[in-house]
């Protein structure tokens, strides 16, 4: 009954200020072209130029979105598979049964990846920054075995939390970037549904794998394995802007 009441009052508060708030939002007019960053000037980030814009039927007939895909599906399901299992994963691992605090922690440290990413990708590029968090997020799911007393459970859930938040970040800022802003809201709502393949990848993995094992180890390396992979598969994917291909597909 507690639950329902929390729901409730949480759901009159969401739509109260949410309206609200949506009522300031506008569309920037047509033909509006954001300033340039400060701090892109001295920095190694690809340039502003024009791009050209696609909507969801162009995006689609592009490998680099099957890429940006595949990449949000596996990364996205390590951060979810942690967000699922954390106060089961510390009650196992570390004897820790105060684990529901780590899931604040890691909602802290997701609000902190996303910021961070954001910055970080203005200065070195998207997929540089997208390269190194998939790279955190494979070593940190190598050690999450090992991390068998609460600092090192508070360690892991601080990583898990930067990068999973990061990728929120990166993916639209990269779906602008390759395909444009005219159609950002439908483009990006079609690579968002690998989010959503995110969600049985991990968490189900992880279940089936304690109840088969016993423990989490495997679900761990899996994880890892599949980290490896979208870490592959960023070191071939390029801004489809900078090739004549984007602007046939169009």
Not at 74 to 93: C, D, T, V, Y
Request: glycine share 12%; aromatic share 12%.
């Amino acid at each position: 009954m507690v639950f329902l009441e929390l729901f409730l009052i949480l759901g009159i508060f969401i739509l109260i200020v949410g309206t609200g708030i949506a009522q300031l939002i506008k569309n920037p007019p047509e033909g509006y072209i954001p300033e340039e960053p400060k701090n892109m000037k001295n920095s190694n980030a690809p340039k502003s130029k024009p791009v050209a814009d696609f909507d969801w039927k162009g995006i689609i007939k592009t490998k680099e979105f099957y890429f940006l895909w595949i990449m949000f599906a596996l990364s996205s399901s390590a951060g979810l598979m942690i967000i699922g299992n954390l106060a089961a994963i510390s009650l196992e691992q570390a004897s820790w049964d105060k684990g529901f605090f780590l899931v604040g922690l890691l909602a802290i440290f997701n609000a902190l990846g996303r910021i961070g990413a954001g910055l970080l990708s203005d200065k070195i590029g998207r997929i540089r920054t997208l390269t190194l968090v998939l790279a955190i997020q494979g070593i940190n799911m190598l050690l999450f075995a090992s991390y068998v007393n609460p600092i090192g459970i508070t360690i892991g859930t601080m990583l898990a939390g930067i990068g999973y938040g990061s990728l929120l970040s990166l993916f639209p800022s990269l779906t602008a970037d390759f395909y444009g802003v005219k159609n950002f809201g439908g483009n990006y709502g079609v690579l968002y549904t690998a989010w959503g393949i995110s969600g049985t990848i991990g968490p189900i993995m992880a279940a089936v794998i304690v109840d088969s094992t016993g423990s989490y180890n495997l679900a761990y390396l899996i994880s890892a394995g599949l980290l490896i992979f979208a870490i592959g598969i960023s070191l071939i994917t390029k801004n489809p802007q900078d090739s004549k291909r984007l602007n046939q597909a169009a």
